[in-house]
Every structure is written in C-alpha cells, then in structure tokens.
C-alpha cells in the first residue's frame, strides 16, 4: 500500500494562503451547519509534556487526524516545542493515503483562520498590525494578516529582542518595537501568537476599532486577559472553545458559550460580523481539527495535480 508522504517545504510550497482562508470559511460553515464529524480533542501527558489527538471528517473528502506534541522543555534541548504529523485516510476504505509534517499546517492554518476572523469582524480600513510574538505563528501571522486588509505598518514585540528583529526584517512594513504596549496602543489589529501562560496585553492598551485575535494554548489559562474576552464581540471556531481544556481554551472558562460568535455563523450571515467601528471583536482559537483537515486536503489535491512528494509502502 503506497502512501504519499510530504515534508513541511513540501506542504509550504503546495499551500495556497488565499485558497486555505476560503476553505477555511467554507469549512467553519459546514461545522456550523452540523455537517464534520470531529469529536472532542483528546489528550496523553507525560512527565515532559502532552500529545493531541484531533480526528476529523467531511462526507465527500478524506478522514484526517492530526497528531501534535507540547512540549516547553524542548527548546533547551535544540528541538521545537511544538511538533505535529497529519494523516489522510480513504474515506470509503479506511486506507491510509497521506502523511504529512503537521507543523507546517498548524501554522499556516492558524495563521489562515486569524485572517478569516479579521476578514469576518476588522475594520475594511485596518492600517497598523501589531505582533506578539516572534516564533512560528508571529512569523505565519506576519504573511497571513496583510492578505485580506490594507495594512501599512507593522509593529512587532516580544520577550526575545533578536527574534523580534528578525521577524520584523521579513516585511518592509515592519518594525521592531520595544515593548509590549508600545506595540498594541493604537493598533487596528493585535495578533497574539504567544506560549505565555499568563495575559500578554492590558485590557486598557486595546482602542475602540480595534480586532484582537489570540491564537496561544497554555492551559490551564493563557495571553489573552479573560476580562477582553468578556467585554468585547467575541468570535470562536465552535462553542466548544468554552469548555474545559484540553478541548477549549482556558481564558473563555466561565463565560457564557451564547456570548461567542461561530466564525462560520458569520460565514452563513445567521448572525454579524462587526456591527459598529467603534466596538472591539476578539478572536479567540481553540485550533480545530477541521482546520488541519481543510489545509490538508488542499496540499493533496494540488500533490496530486503536481505529482510532488514522496511515497512510503506499508
């Protein structure tokens, strides 16, 4: 049995940014209307840190699941914290078909679903990204954001002044700034994309107008201050992002689940995306498995089309 196996460059290359933010909308509307099956998140931890397991299904495509590994203490020993394989199964067969590295659609998922959001609840006349945060999802943040709004300046900060540096000189538009705040104030978007598991950002940095998106998972809390989540327009993946992790996020703990706003509710028009320009919208991800499904799916059409990849037998 062959099975197609693609590296991140692979997947990297293979991605289409634009195309993923339209599937991306396209799948958060099918998960609205009841149409994925993708059972709750589950977890294993061991002494130095967890795996997750997210499985997922749309009739008419593959079965996927990826796999992903947590684990903080990795950095002093020269690996990623973060670590994910993605697998495609035959949908009428149960045959394994794909293999691919999960890192790279992580964050190109993530990244596309923060875009979908600032598509769905920014200001049409958004200028001023900030970035916090200078890893992997600042860095996808960084190419994903400025694709569906006119953004001319770019400020990035984080706790790590080198990275900061070099995450700025990937853009023109971008600078390096010294703090935090100085980074946030007067922002029309803010891109959380941080490990901390404390809040990153003061509620009173925040400008009416502005679009907070957060995409960090620390539990059992995390970077966005749960007082935003509560006073501004808030906009999940699923209502499943109110419940306990390792399923939901750890700052919406508490809050009424009728209080967030499906992305793909906006998506159907059931209900609005941003009502005023004054009034603050929040984006908090809880990463869903029909996100990796849909960038996967994708990479392997167009493998496919381009004969690209490998193939091991089993």
Not at 7 to 17: H, M
Not at 88 to 112: K, N
């Amino acid at each position: 049995m062959d099975v197609l196996t693609l590296t991140g460059e692979d997947v990297a290359r293979l991605l289409d940014p634009d195309a993923l933010v339209d599937a991306l909308a396209d799948s958060f509307a099918a998960l609205t209307r009841g149409e994925v099956d993708a059972p709750p998140r589950s977890q294993v931890a061991t002494d130095a840190g967890i795996l997750l397991s997210m499985p997922a299904h749309r009739r008419g495509g593959p079965v996927g699941v990826k796999l992903v590994t947590v684990f903080e203490g990795n950095g002093a020993l020269g690996l990623p914290t973060h670590m994910a394989l993605v697998a495609l199964f035959d949908e009428a067969t149960g045959a394994p078909i794909a293999l691919m590295d999960g890192a790279s659609i992580t964050a190109a998922r993530t990244a596309g679903a923060s875009a979908l959001s600032c598509r769905l609840a920014a200001r049409e006349d958004c200028r001023v990204l900030a970035i916090v945060g200078a890893g992997v999802q600042a860095r996808a943040h960084l190419a994903a954001i400025p694709r569906v709004r006119p953004i001319e300046e770019i400020r990035v900060a984080s706790l790590f002044p080198g990275e900061t540096t070099a995450l700025s000189a990937l853009d023109p538009r971008a600078r390096a700034v010294r703090s935090i705040e100085e980074a946030v104030r007067g922002a029309d978007i803010v891109a959380l994309c941080t490990s901390s598991g404390v809040s990153v950002i003061e509620p009173g940095w925040i400008a009416t107008g502005t679009h907070v998106t957060s995409v960090g998972y620390h539990p059992p809390t995390g970077e966005l201050p749960p007082a935003l989540a509560a006073a501004g327009r808030l906009f999940v993946e699923t209502r499943r992002a109110f419940e306990p992790t390792p399923v939901g996020c750890g700052e919406l703990a508490g809050l009424d689940p009728a209080a967030g706003t499906e992305l793909g509710e906006v998506v159907l028009r059931i209900r609005p995306g941003r009502t005023s320009p004054d009034e603050i919208t929040v984006y908090k991800a809880m990463g869903h498995a029909v996100e990796d499904l849909a960038a996967a799916t994708l990479v392997l059409e167009r493998a496919k089309a381009e004969g690209a990849g490998g193939t091991v037998v089993l």
